[in-house]
């Protein structure tokens, strides 16, 4: 059995509670940026009874020992430790435990809606969808619910509303056999109308600029890149016989400039 499937959210929760105040947020940020975790050394000896809450140290060495951190040898030295997040199953606790503690305690979370008829009507226009998103992550945001925006937080903010409106199921990162390209991972996968005669899959590729960095240049870039992954994506051996569709979705910022599905 993979040792990873001793761990759980609940577990990863329970430490940082056990943590200073706002080093849960510090670590949280870190994940979503998709940073590393930097320790001059790790702590040998970790006793809560000398010390009633972990500092950073000690809490990125318990972390470290009980395998939701690894050590990354290439950014490592003599002037200090690197550790990551070693597989797609911790990077997932990480997720839960961000929705868990910072996006499901949230009013502004629990209170904004996604316009989702478009999907449970089987449409291909999403531009009502699309305005949900940008004026929900715009509140997420703005009223930092989340500090730190970029690519994962937007997917993950995302995935966790989808998955609590009624007749949508949304998978994060779900894994898939491409054809000729192996496993690959797909950004959000929602289903829709789920056992029903109407049910569909809409598969999205999730891109993202900071919005000063948004030219359209940067966008078009972007929509390329997407869709190329999408086109690829809807082949997997998972959607067969199944209606699938494929949809590129570019943020500048928390803005969604472009919801699409040209050239897939």
């Known amino acids: 059995m993979d040792p990873a499937s001793d761990h759980d959210g609940s577990k990863l929760q329970s430490l940082f509670a056990l943590a200073d105040d706002e080093l849960a947020d510090d670590i949280i ?11 001059p050394d790790l702590a040998e000896n970790i006793n809560l009874n000398k010390s009633p809450r972990y500092n950073e140290v000690q809490l990125l060495s318990m972390l470290y020992y009980l395998g939701y951190l690894t050590l990354d040898p290439e ?50 226009d999403l531009a009502g969808f699309a305005a ?22 937007l997917n993950l903010v995302l995935h966790a509303k989808l998955n609590a ?16 390209e192996g496993e690959e991972f797909a950004d959000l996968v929602l289903t829709v109308n789920k056992g029903k005669s109407s049910e569909c899959v809409y598969l999205f590729e999730l891109k993202y ?3 000063t960095k948004a030219t359209k240049s940067k966008i078009a870039s972007l929509q390329r890149e997407a869709t190329d992954q999408i086109r690829s994506y809807r082949n ?27 050239g897939i």
């Open 236 to 262: 997997a051996l998972e959607f067969r016989e199944k209606t699938v569709r494929p949809f590129a979705m570019i943020f500048a910022g928390s803005e969604c400039v472009y919801c699409g599905n040209d």
């Open 165 to 180: 409106a009624r007749g949508v199921i949304a998978e994060l990162q779900k894994s898939l056999r491409v054809p000729g």
């Open 29 to 39: 940020s870190t994940y979503l940026s998709g940073d590393r975790f930097y320790v």
């Open 209 to 211: 600029a900071p919005k």
């Open 132 to 153: 949900s998103c940008t004026e929900f992550l715009s509140s997420i945001f703005t009223n930092q619910v989340l500090s730190h925006m970029s690519e994962m937080a």
């Open 75 to 124: 950014l490592s030295d003599n002037d200090g430790l690197m550790l990551k997040i070693p597989n797609l199953f911790m990077s997932r606790l990480f997720a839960q435990c961000t929705v868990d503690l910072r996006l499901k305690p949230s009013s502004i979370f629990r209170e904004q809606k996604l316009d989702v008829s478009a999907l449970l009507a089987g449409s291909d």
